[in-house]
C-alpha cells in the first residue's frame, strides 16, 4: 500500500497547514486541525519517519537578497552516458545560483532555474559555467518576466 493511501483527513489538514506555517506550535496546530496536541505530536512524527513531511525551512526573500532575476535554461547534453550525468548533475549541486534542476524527457535533457542579480550575472554564470562544463552541448534561456504563481504546497 502507498504512504498516501494510509494518511487520513486529520493527517491531511496537518499536512496542509504545516506547509503553510511550520513554525506553528503543536498546541496552535491541534487546534486549527481540531485533534490533541498530544495526537498532532505523535501524527507529525509519523509523518516524518515516513518521509511524507522532510525538513523544516525558512523561504527567504528573493528581492531583499538581490536575487529576483529567474532563468529557466535548458540544457542539452553531448553525451547521455551514466557517468557524464553523474557529473553535470555533481555541478548542478555544487552551484548556488541553481535553485532548482528537473532532468527533462523530450528535446532538452535539464530544466534549471537560475536566481541572479541582473543579466550580466547570468551572463558571467552561464558562459563561465554551465557552457563550459564539458558534458554540455548546448543551452537557451529564457528570462522570466514576472512572477505570476508561486508555491511550495503540494495538494494533499
Same mark, same amino acid.
Given at each position: 500500500?502507498?504512504? =498516501?493511501?494510509?494518511?487520513?483527513?486529520?493527517?491531511?489538514?496537518?499536512?496542509?497547514?504545516?506547509?503553510?506555517?511550520?513554525?506553528?506550535?503543536?498546541?496552535?496546530?491541534?487546534?486549527?486541525?481540531?485533534?490533541? =496536541?498530544?495526537?498532532?505530536?505523535?501524527?507529525?512524527?509519523?509523518?516524518?519517519?515516513?518521509?511524507?513531511?522532510?525538513?523544516?525551512?525558512?523561504?527567504?526573500?528573493?528581492?531583499?537578497? @538581490?536575487?529576483?532575476?529567474?532563468?529557466?535554461?535548458?540544457?542539452?547534453?553531448?553525451?547521455?552516458?551514466?557517468?557524464?550525468?553523474?557529473?553535470?548533475?555533481?555541478?548542478?549541486?555544487?552551484?548556488?545560483?541553481?535553485?532548482?534542476?528537473? =532532468?527533462?524527457?523530450? @528535446?532538452?535533457?535539464?530544466?534549471?532555474?537560475?536566481?541572479?542579480?541582473?543579466?550580466?550575472?547570468?551572463?558571467?554564470?552561464?558562459?563561465?559555467?554551465?557552457?563550459?562544463?564539458?558534458?554540455?552541448?548546448?543551452? =537557451?534561456?529564457?528570462?522570466?518576466?514576472?512572477?505570476?504563481?508561486?508555491?511550495?504546497?503540494?495538494?494533499?
Amino acid at each position: 500500500m502507498k504512504e =498516501a493511501d494510509r494518511i487520513d483527513q486529520v493527517d491531511r489538514r496537518i499536512i496542509r497547514e504545516l506547509q503553510r506555517d511550520a513554525s506553528l506550535s503543536h498546541a496552535a496546530l491541534a487546534e486549527k486541525v481540531g485533534a490533541s =496536541a498530544a495526537s498532532v505530536w505523535r501524527r507529525v512524527r509519523s509523518l516524518e519517519q515516513a518521509g511524507v513531511l522532510g525538513k523544516t525551512v525558512r523561504l527567504a526573500d528573493a528581492h531583499a537578497l @538581490e536575487r529576483s532575476v529567474n532563468v529557466l535554461c535548458q540544457v542539452r547534453m553531448t553525451r547521455q552516458t551514466t557517468s557524464a550525468r553523474a557529473d553535470f548533475e555533481e555541478f548542478i549541486q555544487s552551484r548556488e545560483e541553481i535553485v532548482e534542476c528537473y =532532468a527533462m524527457s523530450g @528535446e532538452w535533457d535539464y530544466l534549471l532555474r537560475i536566481a541572479v542579480r541582473d543579466v550580466a550575472d547570468y551572463d558571467r554564470f552561464v558562459m563561465r559555467g554551465v557552457l563550459a562544463h564539458p558534458s554540455v552541448a548546448n543551452a =537557451a534561456s529564457n528570462f522570466a518576466l514576472r512572477q505570476v504563481k508561486y508555491t511550495t504546497e503540494i495538494p494533499v
